[in-house]
C-alpha cells in the first residue's frame, strides 16, 4: 500500500462494483448464519420495518440492494428496500414489484445483470408477487445500524505512513486516483504508480470498523475467477492487517467481469455470487462506518 496521506472515513459506494455478496457454504452472507434474514447492514432496512416477509427482504438485501438501495447506485431507477417500494407505479407503468419479476426471470436482461437468479432463490418473491404483496410478519427490527467491531482491539495507528497494512478497510484503489470518498482524500493527491486493480481487505467479522487491523490467521487467500471459473490471480491476506493486492495489474483486465472466493487453508469459506467489474473491493465491502454495503470479506 502507498505513502499517500488519506483522512480516516471511506463509505460511498463505487458505481460497478456493488451486487457481489460474499456467500458463505450454505447460502448465507459469509460469516453469518444462512437462516440470519434480519442481520441487516447499516443503509439497508429490514423486513419487518418495511412491512417486508424476512425471505423477500433477505433477498433484496443479498441480491438487489446494493443498487436498488435507499439511495440507489449504478443507474438503477429506483430503491427497493420496502413494500411500499414494490407497490408504487412505474414510470412506464404497472407496479416495480411485477417489472421487478418480469426481470428477474428474462433469459436475455436478467437482473441481477450477469448472475440470474436461481429457481430457489425467485421463489419467495414470485410467491409473494402472486400473492398480491401481502405485509410482512417478520418480527426482527434491524432498522439500527450494526454494532462496529474490532477483533483485534487494534488499529492502524498513522494513515499517513505507507505500509502492506496501512489504512485495512479502506478503499485503497479510489484513493490512490485521487478520488474523495467522503473526505477519503479532500486533496485529490494521487499515486497511480501503486494503483493496483485488485485491492480490499478481509476481516474475522462483517462489521469491523475502518482501519481495524484484521490479524489474519496463516493460510488464507483471496481468488479472483474469471468469467469462465478460471483462477486469474491469487493474493495472500496479509497476517498484519487482513489487506490483499496486486502488484501485477494497474490497469482494467481484458477478462473482466470477475468474481471471487476466499479459501482458508485451501478450503473455500465464501464465494462472490455476482460478477462485477471494479476490483476496489473495500468501496462495497464497508463496514458499520460506510454506507450500505453487503458487510465485510470475511475469512
Known sequence: ??????????????????????????????????????????????????????????????????????????GAPSPLVSRADLLATAPAGGRYADRSLTRMKSVTAPMPPGAPLTAAELAPFEAWVVAGLPAGTCAVDAGAPPTPTCASNRFWADRYRGSGDMNPGMACRACHAGQNFNGQNPAGER????????????????????????????????????????????LPVRAGSGNFYDTSLRTRPQWLPYTARVKRNGVVVSTMRTPQMSGDCNTCHTGPDGQGGPGRITY
Do not use: N
Request: hydrophobic share 35%.
Open 191 to 234: 499515486e497511480l504508480g501503486r494503483q493496483y486493480w485488485f485491492a480490499g481487505t478481509a476481516f474475522p467479522g462483517k462489521y469491523e470498523r475502518d482501519g481495524c487491523l484484521a490479524s489474519a490467521p496463516a493460510g488464507v487467500t483471496v481468488e479472483i475467477l474469471d468469467a469462465d471459473g478460471g483462477v486469474r490471480v491469487s
Open 1 to 74: 500500500m502507498p505513502s499517500l496521506r488519506v483522512s480516516w472515513h471511506v463509505g460511498a459506494v463505487f458505481t460497478f462494483c456493488c451486487g457481489g455478496v460474499l456467500l458463505g457454504p450454505e447460502g448465507g452472507d459469509a460469516g453469518e448464519p444462512a437462516s440470519d434474514a434480519g442481520s441487516g447492514f447499516a443503509g439497508t432496512r429490514d423486513g419487518g420495518a418495511d412491512g417486508l416477509p424476512c425471505d423477500v427482504a433477505a433477498l433484496l438485501r443479498a441480491r438487489c440492494s446494493s443498487c436498488h438501495g435507499s439511495q440507489p447506485s449504478g
